[in-house]
């Protein structure tokens, strides 16, 4: 935390007026109730032994779809301007799923809390693939009637989150579901997700939104050195995890030799997939430092990476590590920022930091209050730069999920007691308290 020369914490920078202040969950990860929905592609992964570290599943996860009342409360007293959620697409395919989706926007306008659903967070209905161009036109469908349902209370969309972790975890690594190994052969499914976000622009266009972005995942991707080997290698990933899925939505191409190893009629595809948006969602965790390959297979992260690769995924020394093992870099955030200004120029959205938080043990955790004042800062320096930064959300409120590796990290504000199904006990955390002084501070600051 910044420390002034009394040795007093500073307090945190105000922000412009309008700035929206948040929180971030996804369906999957809190929602339960899976016998009220059709199956998705995590249900069948996580049922085959070995896939999830601790052997869990999302059977009940938060049961936040029948406690969700409790949940929008600790929004309301957080004082958060939104809540960044996820809309079961499996839920919604059933006769009732709506429905749900209906109580919780209603039960958040009432408490003051902005409904920002996000249309899809890796949770497939099974039987779908997205190496299929098919599911591009399905999920467009779905939107239609989720727009249809919902467009009268809300006003600001995200259609896909991260498809970059989508493509490389899910189908090409096989760590996430559906479980595949395809290395570059996955290609084709980060070329369906960007197809199927266009579609889903145009669906939402037509349904009278105005205010659309999508939800992507990018860091600085660091050399390990000068040599040209790490320097080659360095590109080549920042190309795959940041330019692939960014310069085909804001300047309608893919980088240079890409585009050729899409399926399709690939530059009728850019028209759709880079259709106008309102906002570009960035969900920042940390740089990445890349080297040339080493020849062997190795575990980063919670991910292990084959020898194969044409990179090697290094660690960041001297700098501290969550629990999860990721380095905190604050300031790779405001690198981040002003590269994509400096790379994209006029043809970058106002930017809304969709997804930015860290794994810690603990109800007082003082750590995570670190994290988040660091990376809360670095956000302003990026917006004193001259970026146009129009909000930023936390990830998450809860305690939740997380993906393969079950229950054993915790990204919450909010503390779930998951030893005890039958309560699920929320405990706000010390970083919750912290972020509500924060907000207030922000509100009174800019009434003056």
Known sequence: MAIDERGTQSPIPRFPAGFL????????????????????VW??????????????TAEVACDHYHRYPEDVALLAD?????????ISWPRVNTPTGLDFYDRLVDELCAAGVRPVPTLFHWDLPAGLDWLDRDTADRFAAYVSVVAERLGDRVGKWITINEPAEHTLLGHALGTHAPGRKLLFDALPVAHHQLLAHGRAVQALRAAGATDVGIANSHGPTWPASQEQADLEAAGFYDLLLNRLFADPLLLGAYPDGIGELMPGDVEADLKVISESLD??????????????????????GGVRMPAELPFSVQEIEGVPTTDFGWPVVPEGLTELLTGFRDRYGDRLPPIVITENGCSYEG??????????????????????????VRGYFVWSLLDNFEW?????????????????????????????????????????????
């Open 78 to 86: 957080l004082g958060v301007d939104a809540y960044r959620f996820s």
């Open 404 to 448: 393969a590796e079950g229950y054993a990290r915790r990204f919450g504000l909010v503390h779930v007691d998951f030893e005890d199904a039958a309560t699920l006990t929320r405990t706000p955390k010390a970083s919750y308290g912290w972020l509500r002084d924060v907000l207030r501070a922000q509100v009174l600051r800019a009434r003056g």
């Open 363 to 388: 109800v007082d955790d003082q750590e995570r209050i670190a994290y988040l004042d660091g990376h809360i800062r670095a956000l302003h320096r990026a917006v004193e730069a001259g970026v146009d």
């Open 43 to 56: 249900d069948d992964f996580t049922a085959e032994p070995g896939r999830v570290k601790d052997g869990s």
């Open 21 to 40: 202040w948040g929180v971030s969950t996804s369906a999957h990860q809190i929602e339960g109730a899976v016998a009220e929905r059709e199956r998705s």
């Open 279 to 300: 906002f570009y969602g960035v969900n920042y965790y940390a740089p990445t430092r890349v080297g040339a390959p080493q020849g062997t297979e190795i575990e980063f």
